[in-house]
């Protein structure tokens, strides 16, 4: 696969040319579903717990006796049955992380990526440097790419904190390094903006 390389200007000033191993493969939606999933699960804190009834703050004394009181039986203030007792098989902390093997994530990476580059929203930059982070001059440049207002994901290495800088106030756009990129960003976004580095990079990964 042949893709036409641009500058901030939209510009064409060349070519880069990407192994259909990795640019033009099939989507396998029970792939991405299962690297999906995993991903979103392994977001999850899962620090959520309730107090049981061990737990609770409270005096364990027998509120009253047992007989000829009218009342029912109570064997302490902590019981789940009253205000301000335990829970009963609340929630407890856990990890949600799913495995999901290697091949796996990176087919699935490959099938969004290719989904993206035959749908056109797959933009190669021959460079993503700006010479200060300013988010005027940098939506300035997404004007002129034709890409104002769409959900952007952009694709370049770590140490362009110029564009980071730029464009982390734009709830629109996202910053990801090369080697970070996953199946469910890409999903999440309309357009990919990557750099050329950037985007060989995956090729020579994920081939």
Known sequence: MKLD????????????ELPDSVFAREVREHL??????????????????AKTRGEVKGSGIKPWKQKHTG???????RSPLWRHGGVV???RPRAYTLKVN??????????????RAA?????????????????????????KLGLG??????VDGVENLNLYLASRNRPEVDTLDARSLN??????????VASKDSVETLAEVLS
Do not use: C
């Open 5 to 16: 390389v641009k500058n901030w200007d939209n510009e064409v000033v060349g070519s880069v």
């Open 32 to 49: 991405v579903w299962e690297v999906v999933r995993a991903y979103l699960a392994s977001r999850r804190r899962g620090t959520h717990k």
């Open 71 to 77: 009342r029912a039986r109570a064997g302490d203030r």
């Open 89 to 91: 098989h609340g929630p």
């Open 102 to 115: 290697k091949k796996a994530r990176r087919a699935a990476l490959a099938g969004v990526l290719s989904q």
């Open 119 to 143: 749908e056109g929203r797959l933009v190669v930059l021959d460079s993503m440097e700006l010479p200060e982070p300013r988010t005027k001059a940098f939506v300035e440049h997404l004007e």
């Open 149 to 154: 207002g769409e959900k952007v994901l952009l």
């Open 183 to 192: 199946a469910y960003e890409v999903l999440n976004h309309r357009w990919i």
